[in-house]
């Protein structure tokens, strides 16, 4: 039900946030002590929490598309939800937060490596110049 998706979304963002955390660390390392403050980490958090339930109380928006399920014994989409008139309703909820996530957390470890692998050939190029 609602908590359920609610937990299971905001893990998802969590998980999010801390990678987009560890790639601010990496990228502008000087400004990340003014960027990741306390009260950044608890307005985040604040907002996670908020998006994650909003985003699950969303179908109540609609009683006739969210239904208990005895096979799975939780919430879930009804049967008729890809009527004509709504067919935007199914990616809201579900493809669109979760391919914005996946991009994040595909997009930043890749950015990372290359950050990376950047400064390591700087630094040995940096070693080498010193040495002679």
Do not use: D
């Not at 049967?79 to 957390?105: D, G, R, W």
């Amino acid at each position: 039900g609602v908590i359920s998706n609610t937990s299971l979304f905001a893990s998802l963002l969590s998980v999010v946030c801390i990678t987009l955390n560890r790639y601010i660390a990496l990228a502008v390392p000087l400004h990340y002590n003014k960027i990741s403050t306390n009260q950044t980490g608890y307005t985040v958090t604040g907002l996670i929490w908020f998006i994650s339930l909003l985003r699950s109380l969303v179908p109540y928006f609609k009683l006739e598309r969210y239904q208990y399920a005895i096979s799975i014994g939780m919430c879930s989409y009804g049967t008729n939800i890809f009527q004509e008139n709504e067919i935007y309703y199914y990616p809201l909820i579900q493809v669109i937060p979760y391919s914005i996530c996946f991009v994040f957390l595909i997009f930043c470890p890749l950015h990372m490596t290359a950050l990376l692998s950047k400064r390591q050939r700087q630094s040995t190029t940096m070693r080498s110049s010193l040495r002679k």
